[in-house]
C-alpha cells in the first residue's frame, strides 16, 4: 500500500504547482477572466513548453503517455490557481475522444498539433432537452454524397470560443435516446453551418451555445465508427469527471485552509472568532469532507477503469460524494468569512463559484447516486447476496 | 386553536387581491422581470413603485404600524394574508430599512418633530433610507463600533466607515449607531443613534460587488460630517437599545414565508419543461423527494411564524423568538435557490448581464437562477449572523 507520488510524478506536481505559483497570481488570472478572450496564449504556449498538453497522449504521438494519477496531478493544482486555461475540454475530452476513436491518420495530424499548442478542441454534446444524458442527441447528420449535413443546437459547450475545432455528436440513426446511432465529427470552428454564441460563465469560465444548420462535414472527419460512439463517449466524459474531481479537490483544499487561516485571524468579541467551538466544529468538518473527497478520488484515480462496469461505477462515487464536499465546505467556507465571503474582490467566492459549477459538470450530485446505485444494485453479485442475508 | 379565516379575513383576501390585480402596474412588472433575468440591479424606481402605491392606500405601505402614524394596523392574520397575496402576485417587495426599521424606532423612541419630518416620507416611499450599523471591524460584534460622533455646538461631528450598506447608492438618508461616549463602562453604553442625510458634505459611498456582481451593498464613509443635534432619536448614549429594538424588528420580516413559497411553485414548473433520464425532472424521485422536503420544512415554519404573530398581537414587539423564524426562514430561502439552480442543469452556468455577455441565452426561466443562490448565501449573514441568531437563542430564550 503506497499512496506516495513517483518520482516523476513528484516533478511534474512542483512543475504545475510552480506554473501557478509564478503565472497565476490573484491579479494576473483576475485580468484573465475580465479580458475579452477570457483566457491567456501565453499561458497556453508555456502549457506546451512545459509538455503538460502531451501529459496524456501516447508517446507515439509525442505525448507522456500518462495515466489518470498524473492528470490528477495537473488539474489539483490547476484548482488551486483556478487556471481557465482550456485544458479540461482540449486535452482531455476532446483529445482523450480523438486518442480513443482516432484513425492513424486523424491521430498524426491532430494530436501532435495539440501537444504544441496550435490546436485547441471543445466537445459539444449535451442539447437543450439532454442534461446530462450522453445518450439524448437530437442533432442530425445525414449521409449526402460524400459529406454528413448536420443540423441541431449544443448548448453550453465549455471553451467552444477557444478552440480551434469542435468534436460534436450527432444522430446518424435511432431514436432521440438511443446509444447506438451517435457518431462523432470533427470540424473546424470557422466553418459555414456553425454559429457560436460565446459567452462568460458565472464562474468565470467561457462557453458558447452552437448552432448548427445545414454543416457539411466531410466523410474522413468523422472520429471512429458511424453510429457507436456512444461507449467512447461515455468512457472519456468518465475519466474527464476524475479530472474534473481533481480540481474541486484542489479548489476544496484552498476554501479548507484559506478558511482556517482568516478565522483565526478574524476578531470579534475581541477574541479571534476560531475560538467559538461552533466554528472550530465546522472548521473540523469542512477538513473531514476535504478529506473524504481527496480519499474517494484516490479510490476512483486507482481504479481499473479499463474495466467498463468498474470506471463506472468509481467515476460516479466519487463525483456524487466530491459533489456533496463541495457543498459542505464551500457553503461553510462563504458562511465562516461573512461579509467578506459574499463579495467579489475577495478570493473565496470565486473557489465557491468554481467549485459549485464543476459540481454542475458531467452530471451533478443526484445523477451520479443514480447512475452508481443502478450500476450497484440492479444486479446483486451472489457474494453482495450472500453478505444481505447473513444481515437479516 | 383555530386557524380558519374568518369571513372577514377571507373579505379582506379578496379586497387585498383585487387592489394587486388593478393597482400592480404591468410595466413595473416587465422592468423588474427583464432586469432580474439579465441579473441587472433594479432601479430606484423599481424598488420604491409599489412602496408608493400602497402608501397612498390606507397606510398599507406599513401594515405594522400603528393608525396614529399612517400605517395599517393590520391584525396578525390581516398581516399574513396580506404578505401571502403580495408574494403570490409577485409583487415587489418593499425595502424594509424605512418600514421595517427606522420607522418603528422613530414613531417608538423619536420626539413629535422627527415623527412629523420623517414618518410622512418612510410611509409614501417618496424617501430612500439605509441602515449603518456594521462597520469593517464590527460585524457580529456590532457594539464594538468606532464611528465618532463629538457634540461641538448644535451639530454631531460624525467620522468613520460604515460598510455592507446595502442600498446606499438610492439612499436620502441613513439612520447610525455611533460612539458618543468613548470611555462608557460597557461598549454598548456609548452608543447614540443618529439620523444623517446622505447629501451633508462628507459623506462618500463606494460600491462592493457582491460574487454575483451585483451592485447591493456600499461601503459608506463619513469625513467631518455636520449632524445636527435635532438629529438624534431618543437620548444620547441609549442607541443600543433602540439599535436591539429594531434588530428584533428586522428579523421578524426575515422569514419571507410567502416568497419562498411562491418560489416552489415556480421550481416545480421548472422541473415539469426540465427533463432528466427522458422524463420531465418533476417526476425524479430524487428531485421530487428535495421538493416535498422544503415544503415541508415550509409548512412547519409558516405555523411558527404564525404563532409568533398571535402571540406578538398584543403589540409587545417580536422578542429573541424572532431569530428562530431568521433561521429557519434564511435556511430555506438559501435551500429553494439551491433547488431552482439545481432544476435546470448545465444553464447554471451562463452569467448573462456583464458587459462580455450581451447575447441572451438558455430557457427564459433559467436565467440567472445560479446568481441567485451565489447572491442568496448573503442571507445567513446579514441581519445577525445565524450563528449569532443561535447565541441569542441559547442566551435568551435557553437561559445558557
Ligand atoms: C457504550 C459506552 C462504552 C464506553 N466504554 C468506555 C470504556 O471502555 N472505558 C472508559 O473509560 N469509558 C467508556 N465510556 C465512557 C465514555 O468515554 C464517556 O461516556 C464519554 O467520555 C463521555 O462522558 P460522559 O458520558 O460523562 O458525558 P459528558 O462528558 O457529560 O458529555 C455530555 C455531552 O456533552 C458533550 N461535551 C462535554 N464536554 C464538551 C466540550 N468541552 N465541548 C463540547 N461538547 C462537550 C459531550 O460530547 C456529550 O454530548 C463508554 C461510554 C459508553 C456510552
Ligand atoms: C448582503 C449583505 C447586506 C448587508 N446589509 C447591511 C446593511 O444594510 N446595514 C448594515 O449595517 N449591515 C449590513 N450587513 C452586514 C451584516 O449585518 C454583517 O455582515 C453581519 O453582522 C456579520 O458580520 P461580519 O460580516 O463582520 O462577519 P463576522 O462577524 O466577522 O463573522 C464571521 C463569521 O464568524 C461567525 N461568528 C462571529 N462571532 C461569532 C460568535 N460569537 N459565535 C459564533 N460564531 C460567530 C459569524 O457567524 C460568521 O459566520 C449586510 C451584510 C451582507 C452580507
Given at each position: 500500500?503506497?499512496?506516495?507520488?513517483?518520482?516523476?510524478?513528484?516533478?511534474?506536481?512542483?512543475?504545475?504547482?510552480?506554473?501557478?505559483?509564478?503565472?497565476?497570481?490573484?491579479?494576473?488570472?483576475?485580468?484573465?477572466?475580465?479580458?475579452?478572450?477570457?483566457?491567456?496564449?501565453?499561458?497556453?504556449?508555456?502549457?506546451?513548453?512545459?509538455?503538460?498538453?502531451?501529459?496524456?497522449?501516447?508517446?507515439?504521438?509525442?505525448?507522456?503517455?500518462?495515466?489518470?494519477?498524473?492528470?490528477?496531478?495537473?488539474?489539483?493544482?490547476?484548482?488551486?490557481?483556478?487556471?481557465?486555461?482550456?485544458?479540461?475540454?482540449?486535452?482531455?475530452?476532446?483529445?482523450?475522444?480523438?486518442?480513443?476513436?482516432?484513425?492513424?491518420?486523424?491521430?498524426?495530424?491532430?494530436?501532435?498539433?495539440?501537444?504544441?499548442?496550435?490546436?485547441?478542441?471543445?466537445?459539444?454534446?449535451?442539447?437543450?432537452?439532454?442534461?446530462?444524458?450522453?445518450?439524448?442527441?437530437?442533432?442530425?447528420?445525414?449521409?449526402?454524397?460524400?459529406?454528413?449535413?448536420?443540423?441541431?443546437?449544443?448548448?453550453?459547450?465549455?471553451?467552444?470560443?477557444?478552440?480551434?475545432?469542435?468534436?460534436?455528436?450527432?444522430?446518424?440513426?435511432?431514436?432521440?435516446?438511443?446509444?447506438?446511432?451517435?457518431?462523432?465529427?470533427?470540424?473546424?470552428?470557422?466553418?459555414?453551418?456553425?454559429?457560436?454564441?460565446?459567452?462568460?460563465?458565472?464562474?468565470?469560465?467561457?462557453?458558447?451555445?452552437?448552432?448548427?444548420?445545414?454543416?457539411?462535414?466531410?466523410?474522413?472527419?468523422?472520429?471512429?465508427?458511424?453510429?457507436?460512439?456512444?461507449?467512447?463517449?461515455?468512457?472519456?466524459?468518465?475519466?474527464?469527471?476524475?479530472?474534473?474531481?481533481?480540481?474541486?479537490?484542489?479548489?476544496?483544499?484552498?476554501?479548507?485552509?484559506?478558511?482556517?487561516?482568516?478565522?483565526?485571524?478574524?476578531?470579534?468579541?475581541?477574541?479571534?472568532?476560531?475560538?467559538?467551538?461552533?466554528?472550530?466544529?465546522?472548521?473540523?468538518?469542512?477538513?473531514?469532507?476535504?478529506?473524504?473527497?481527496?480519499?474517494?478520488?484516490?479510490?476512483?484515480?486507482?481504479?481499473?477503469?479499463?474495466?467498463?462496469?468498474?470506471?463506472?461505477?468509481?467515476?460516479?462515487?466519487?463525483?456524487?460524494?466530491?459533489?456533496?464536499?463541495?457543498?459542505?465546505?464551500?457553503?461553510?467556507?462563504?458562511?465562516?468569512?461573512?461579509?467578506?465571503?459574499?463579495?467579489?474582490?475577495?478570493?473565496?467566492?470565486?473557489?465557491?463559484?468554481?467549485?459549485?459549477?464543476?459540481?454542475?459538470?458531467?452530471?451533478?450530485?443526484?445523477?451520479?447516486?443514480?447512475?452508481?446505485?443502478?450500476?450497484?444494485?440492479?444486479?446483486?453479485?451472489?457474494?453482495?447476496?450472500?453478505?444481505?442475508?447473513?444481515?437479516? | 386553536?383555530?386557524?380558519?379565516?374568518?369571513?372577514?379575513?377571507?373579505?379582506?383576501?379578496?379586497?387585498?387581491?383585487?387592489?394587486?390585480?388593478?393597482?400592480?402596474?404591468?410595466?413595473?412588472?416587465?422592468?423588474?422581470?427583464?432586469?432580474?433575468?439579465?441579473?441587472?440591479?433594479?432601479?430606484?424606481?423599481?424598488?420604491?413603485?409599489?412602496?408608493?402605491?400602497?402608501?397612498?392606500?390606507?397606510?398599507?405601505?406599513?401594515?405594522?404600524?400603528?393608525?396614529?402614524?399612517?400605517?395599517?394596523?393590520?391584525?396578525?392574520?390581516?398581516?399574513?394574508?396580506?404578505?401571502?397575496?403580495?408574494?403570490?402576485?409577485?409583487?415587489?417587495?418593499i425595502m424594509p430599512f424605512g418600514i421595517n426599521m427606522v420607522g418603528p424606532v422613530i414613531y417608538t423612541f423619536g420626539n413629535e418633530e422627527q415623527k412629523a419630518q420623517h414618518l410622512p416620507g418612510i410611509l409614501s416611499g417618496?424617501?430612500?433610507?439605509?441602515?449603518?450599523?456594521?462597520?469593517?471591524?464590527?460585524?457580529?460584534?456590532?457594539?464594538?463600533?468606532?464611528?465618532?460622533?463629538?457634540?461641538?455646538?448644535?451639530?454631531?461631528?460624525?467620522?468613520?466607515?460604515?460598510?455592507?450598506?446595502?442600498?446606499?447608492?438610492?439612499?436620502?438618508?441613513?439612520?447610525?449607531?455611533?460612539?458618543?461616549?468613548?470611555?462608557?463602562?460597557?461598549?454598548q453604553q456609548g452608543i447614540s443613534f443618529l439620523l444623517i442625510d446622505m447629501k451633508t458634505p462628507g459623506v462618500t459611498v463606494r460600491p462592493i460587488k457582491l460574487m454575483d456582481g451585483t451592485h447591493e451593498v456600499n461601503e459608506?464613509?463619513?469625513?467631518?460630517?455636520?449632524?445636527?443635534?435635532?438629529n438624534l432619536i431618543g437620548q444620547e448614549n441609549m442607541g443600543w437599545t433602540y439599535a436591539k429594538f429594531l434588530l428584533a424588528h428586522e428579523r421578524s420580516g426575515i422569514a419571507g414565508v410567502a416568497r419562498s413559497k411562491k418560489?416552489?411553485?415556480?421550481?416545480?414548473?421548472?422541473?415539469?419543461?426540465?427533463?432528466?433520464?427522458?422524463?420531465?425532472?418533476?417526476?425524479?424521485?430524487?428531485?421530487?423527494?428535495?421538493?416535498?422536503?422544503?415544503?415541508?420544512?415550509?409548512?412547519?415554519?409558516?405555523?411558527?411564524?404564525?404563532?409568533?404573530?398571535?402571540?406578538?398581537?398584543?403589540?409587545?414587539?417580536?422578542?429573541?423568538?424572532?431569530?428562530?423564524?431568521?433561521?429557519?426562514?434564511?435556511?430555506?430561502?438559501?435551500?429553494?435557490?439551491?433547488?431552482?439552480?439545481?432544476?435546470?442543469?448545465?444553464?447554471?452556468?451562463?452569467?448573462?448581464?456583464?458587459?462580455?455577455?450581451?447575447?441572451?441565452?438558455?430557457?427564459?426561466?433559467?436565467?440567472?437562477?445560479?446568481?441567485?443562490?451565489?447572491?442568496?448565501?448573503?442571507?445567513?449573514?446579514?441581519?445577525?449572523?445565524?450563528?449569532?441568531?443561535?447565541?441569542?437563542?441559547?442566551?435568551?430564550?435557553?437561559?445558557?
Amino acid at each position: 500500500m503506497n499512496f506516495d507520488y513517483t518520482e516523476e510524478q513528484t516533478l511534474l506536481d512542483n512543475m504545475v504547482t510552480s506554473f501557478v505559483r509564478d503565472n497565476y497570481d490573484w491579479d494576473t488570472r483576475c485580468n484573465i477572466v475580465k479580458s475579452e478572450e477570457g483566457w491567456k496564449e501565453e499561458n497556453w504556449k508555456q502549457f506546451a513548453e512545459l509538455g503538460l498538453l502531451g501529459v496524456p497522449f501516447d508517446e507515439v504521438y509525442g505525448g507522456l503517455g500518462g495515466k489518470s494519477t498524473d492528470l490528477m496531478i495537473v488539474m489539483e493544482q490547476f484548482g488551486k490557481g483556478l487556471v481557465v486555461e482550456p485544458y479540461l475540454p482540449t486535452v482531455i475530452l476532446a483529445g482523450g475522444l480523438i486518442s480513443k476513436l482516432g484513425s492513424e491518420e486523424q491521430k498524426n495530424s491532430i494530436i501532435p498539433e495539440i501537444i504544441s499548442g496550435n490546436v485547441r478542441c471543445a466537445f459539444a454534446y449535451a442539447e437543450p432537452q439532454s442534461r446530462f444524458d450522453l445518450n439524448d442527441v437530437k442533432t442530425t447528420a445525414v449521409l449526402n454524397g460524400d459529406d454528413y449535413v448536420l443540423n441541431g443546437f449544443k448548448s453550453v459547450v465549455f471553451g467552444a470560443g477557444m478552440a480551434s475545432h469542435l468534436i460534436i455528436s450527432a444522430r446518424t440513426d435511432g431514436d432521440q435516446r438511443s446509444e447506438s446511432g451517435i457518431s462523432l465529427f470533427i470540424v473546424d470552428t470557422k466553418s459555414d453551418g456553425l454559429t457560436l454564441q460565446n459567452y462568460p460563465t458565472i464562474d468565470e469560465y467561457r462557453a458558447s451555445e452552437v448552432i448548427i444548420e445545414n454543416l457539411k462535414v466531410s466523410k474522413d472527419n468523422v472520429l471512429g465508427e458511424v453510429n457507436m460512439a456512444y461507449e467512447a463517449i461515455e468512457e472519456i466524459v468518465d475519466i474527464s469527471t476524475i479530472a474534473a474531481c481533481s480540481e474541486a479537490v484542489g479548489i476544496l483544499q484552498v476554501l479548507k485552509d484559506s478558511t482556517t487561516e482568516y478565522c483565526k485571524n478574524r476578531k470579534q468579541f475581541g477574541q479571534s472568532i476560531a475560538k467559538n467551538q461552533v466554528i472550530q466544529h465546522r472548521l473540523v468538518d469542512m477538513m473531514i469532507e476535504y478529506e473524504q473527497a481527496k480519499s474517494i478520488l484516490y479510490m476512483a484515480v486507482t481504479a481499473d477503469l479499463s474495466n467498463s462496469d468498474e470506471r463506472k461505477k468509481a467515476v460516479s462515487a466519487a463525483k456524487a460524494r466530491i459533489g456533496k464536499a463541495i457543498k459542505f465546505v464551500g457553503e461553510s467556507a462563504i458562511q465562516l468569512h461573512g461579509g467578506m465571503g459574499v463579495v467579489d474582490e475577495y478570493m473565496v467566492s470565486h473557489y465557491f463559484k468554481r467549485a459549485t459549477m464543476i459540481g454542475v459538470l458531467f452530471g451533478n450530485t443526484d445523477y451520479h447516486m443514480k447512475r452508481y446505485m443502478t450500476l450497484t444494485q440492479s444486479g446483486i453479485s451472489s457474494s453482495d447476496e450472500a453478505i444481505s442475508v447473513s444481515v437479516t | 386553536m383555530d386557524t380558519a379565516f374568518s369571513n372577514e379575513d377571507l373579505k379582506f383576501q379578496s379586497e387585498i387581491r383585487d387592489f394587486i390585480k388593478t393597482n400592480y402596474p404591468q410595466e413595473l412588472r416587465d422592468s423588474i422581470n427583464s432586469k432580474r433575468k439579465l441579473g441587472k440591479e433594479l432601479s430606484r424606481e423599481d424598488l420604491t413603485a409599489w412602496h408608493k402605491i400602497l402608501g397612498k392606500h390606507n397606510g398599507w405601505s406599513a401594515p405594522s404600524w400603528p393608525k396614529q402614524y399612517g400605517g395599517a394596523e393590520f391584525t396578525p392574520t390581516q398581516k399574513y394574508i396580506f404578505e401571502q397575496e403580495c408574494a403570490k402576485a409577485e409583487c415587489q417587495y418593499i425595502m424594509p430599512f424605512g418600514i421595517n426599521m427606522v420607522g418603528p424606532v422613530i414613531y417608538t423612541f423619536g420626539n413629535e418633530e422627527q415623527k412629523a419630518q420623517h414618518l410622512p416620507g418612510i410611509l409614501s416611499g417618496e424617501v430612500f433610507w439605509c441602515q449603518g450599523y456594521s462597520e469593517p471591524g464590527s460585524g457580529s460584534d456590532l457594539a464594538s463600533l468606532k464611528t465618532s460622533a463629538v457634540k461641538e455646538g448644535d451639530y454631531y461631528i460624525v467620522n468613520g466607515q460604515k460598510t455592507w450598506t446595502t442600498m446606499a447608492q438610492y439612499a436620502d438618508w441613513i439612520f447610525c449607531l455611533v460612539r458618543t461616549n468613548p470611555e462608557a463602562e460597557k461598549p454598548q453604553q456609548g452608543i447614540s443613534f443618529l439620523l444623517i442625510d446622505m447629501k451633508t458634505p462628507g459623506v462618500t459611498v463606494r460600491p462592493i460587488k457582491l460574487m454575483d456582481g451585483t451592485h447591493e451593498v456600499n461601503e459608506t464613509w463619513f469625513d467631518n460630517v455636520k449632524v445636527p443635534i435635532e438629529n438624534l432619536i431618543g437620548q444620547e448614549n441609549m442607541g443600543w437599545t433602540y439599535a436591539k429594538f429594531l434588530l428584533a424588528h428586522e428579523r421578524s420580516g426575515i422569514a419571507g414565508v410567502a416568497r419562498s413559497k411562491k418560489a416552489i411553485e415556480r421550481i416545480k414548473q421548472i422541473a415539469s419543461s426540465e427533463m432528466s433520464y427522458g422524463e420531465p425532472l418533476i417526476q425524479d424521485p430524487a428531485f421530487k423527494a428535495k421538493i416535498a422536503a422544503a415544503e415541508l420544512e415550509l409548512s412547519a415554519l409558516e405555523y411558527t411564524e404564525l404563532r409568533t404573530l398571535a402571540k406578538d398581537s398584543a403589540g409587545k414587539g417580536p422578542g429573541p423568538e424572532s431569530s428562530l423564524l431568521k433561521i429557519k426562514g434564511t435556511d430555506i430561502q438559501q435551500a429553494v435557490t439551491e433547488l431552482a439552480m439545481e432544476a435546470v442543469g448545465y444553464y447554471a452556468n451562463p452569467h448573462l448581464g456583464t458587459t462580455l455577455s450581451n447575447e441572451y441565452v438558455g430557457p427564459d426561466y433559467a436565467t440567472n437562477l445560479s446568481g441567485t443562490y451565489f447572491n442568496f448565501r448573503k442571507a445567513s449573514i446579514y441581519g445577525g449572523s445565524n450563528e449569532i441568531q443561535r447565541n441569542i437563542i441559547a442566551k435568551m430564550v435557553l437561559g445558557l
